[in-house]
């Protein structure tokens, strides 16, 4: 049976993070290799990486955010400086990116880094929401969230490079 192991990423991880985010994502809406050494440096727990067989093959990134009604593109933007916005006393936790090698896609392991981080950040923090951005073309994550709850809130129309429109969802826990 395959040996799979969820853990705190850290920053021997980064040229293994950065394959993935470039299997998963088009070029034009990469992040790069410093804001994900940000996220490690500033906020690990909140940085978790999959391995399967001792092959790290996806990860998923978070902040805590300040709850907040007013949602607008800006809260979004790629390359965002997580120093900037994170804040360990919010009270709603932001999904930054998820990604896993295509090979290892459509057996769960989506799905389940995304309940492992959150049972973890719940029990450390006072989470009561979690929000995420998605495009609407990213139809196996779209899966997901609906899967676990999460509801759309509104739309950024032309979010991304490709035009594609940018979908919130949040879950209230
Ligand atoms: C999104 C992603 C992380 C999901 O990882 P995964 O390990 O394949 O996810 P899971 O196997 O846990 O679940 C995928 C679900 O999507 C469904 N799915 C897969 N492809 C699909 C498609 N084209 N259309 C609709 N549903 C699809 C699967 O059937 C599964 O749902 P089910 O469990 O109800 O059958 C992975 O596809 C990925 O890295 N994609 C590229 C990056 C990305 O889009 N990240 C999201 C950023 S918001």
């Given at each position: 049976m395959e040996k799979r192991t969820i853990r705190n990423a850290g920053p021997g991880d980064i040229e293994q993070i950065m394959l993935i985010e470039s299997s998963s994502f088009h070029e034009t809406i990469r992040e790069n290799r410093s804001v994900f050494l940000e996220r490690i440096a500033f906020f690990r727990e909140g940085f978790l990486v999959l391995e399967i067989d001792d092959h790290a093959c996806g990860y998923i990134s978070s902040e805590i955010w300040d709850y907040s009604?007013?949602?607008?593109a800006t809260s979004f933007i790629?390359?965002?400086?997580?120093s900037e916005i994170h804040t360990t006393t919010g009270s709603e936790l932001y999904i930054s990116s998820i990604g896993i090698l295509e090979e290892y896609r459509g057996k769960g392991y989506g799905n389940l880094l995304l309940s492992e981080l959150s049972r973890r950040m719940i029990e450390k923090y006072a989470i009561s929401s979690i929000i995420l951005l998605v495009s609407a073309n990213w139809s196996a994550a779209r899966r997901i969230y609906e899967k676990n709850g999460f509801e759309e809130m509104c739309r950024i129309p032309g979010?991304?490079?490709?035009?594609s429109e940018g979908i919130v969802m949040r879950k209230h826990l």
């Open positions: 009604e007013d949602i607008t790629l390359n965002h400086k997580l979010f991304f490079d490709n035009g």
